[in-house]
T-cell receptor
Framework: DQQVKQNSPSLSVQEGRISILNCDYTNSMFDYFLWYKKYPAEGPTFLIS?????DKNEDGRFTVFLNKSAKHLSLHIVPSQPGDSAVYFC???????????????FGAGTRLAVHP | NAGVTQTPKFQVLKTGQSMTLQCAQD?????MYWYRQDPGMGLRLIYY???????DKGEVPNGYNVSRLNKREFSLRLESAAPSQTSVYFCASRPGQSNQPQHFGDGTRLSIL
């Protein structure tokens, strides 16, 4: 039973255009969401996060949107660059007072390819 | 500026052999984690240590043991390796306060024949 789902295994985008990566979750207790980026033979690198009290968080070219009613979040990359080509993982965790921030649940990842 | 260091990077074992994966962080983080990643799946938490002296089970703890040796080091042990434990193992750490992200090492690729 996957609690965090990334339904698109891959995405191809032209350089300079917008990349939109999607993530759905089923556990309504999740209150903190993160995106990680992973290059081959390296560990995941933290990209951006959002708390459930917000619906948007921006950091440079990266914006994460959270729709709690739909249990959906998305990562927008504008403009996309060839160096953004990587696997992107969505992750979620529950209320910290139950130790939940120690327990990240990851999606299966989306492989983004940005081509010139 | 090492961050989280995992050793070894690669290992091949035979079924039934034992093995300890090492992890050390130099960021003075309180919490440390072990994950496994299998093809087509996200990372799954095996065990974690919220603070020095404590360890707790994650999603997939069966077949593994852990030791939080000190604040810097957190090891993962396979007592009797099985082919189903062939995976890439990642160690992570985070400060431990509130909702700060985890920082990952570059992984150990483990194959069990």
């Amino acid at each position: 039973d996957q609690q965090v789902k990334q339904n698109s295994p891959s995405l191809s985008v032209q350089e300079g255009r917008i990349s939109i990566l999607n993530c759905d979750y089923t556990n309504s207790m999740f209150d903190y969401f993160l995106w990680y980026k992973k290059y081959p033979a390296e560990g995941p690198t933290f990209l951006i996060s959002i708390s459930s009290i917000k619906d948007k968080n921006e950091d440079g070219r990266f914006t994460v949107f959270l729709n709690k009613s739909a249990k959906h979040l998305s990562l927008h990359i504008v403009p996309s660059q060839p160096g953004d080509s990587a696997v992107y993982f969505c992750a979620a965790s529950a209320n910290p007072f139950s130790g939940g921030y120690n327990k990240l649940i990851f999606g299966a990842g989306t492989r983004l390819a940005v081509h010139p | 500026n090492a961050g989280v260091t995992q050793t070894p990077k690669f290992q091949v074992l035979k079924t039934g052999q034992s093995m300890t994966l090492q992890c050390a962080q130099d960021m003075n983080h309180n919490s440390m984690y072990w994950y496994r990643q299998d093809p087509g799946m996200g990372l799954r938490l095996i065990y974690y240590s919220a603070s020095e002296g404590t360890t707790d089970k994650g999603e997939v703890p069966n077949g593994y043991n852990v030791s939080r040796l000190n604040k810097r080091e957190f090891s993962l042990r396979l007592e009797s390796a099985a082919p189903s434990q062939t995976s890439v193992y990642f160690c992570a750490s985070r400060p431990g306060q509130s909702n700060q992200p985890q920082h990952f090492g570059d992984g150990t690729r483990l194959s069990i024949l």
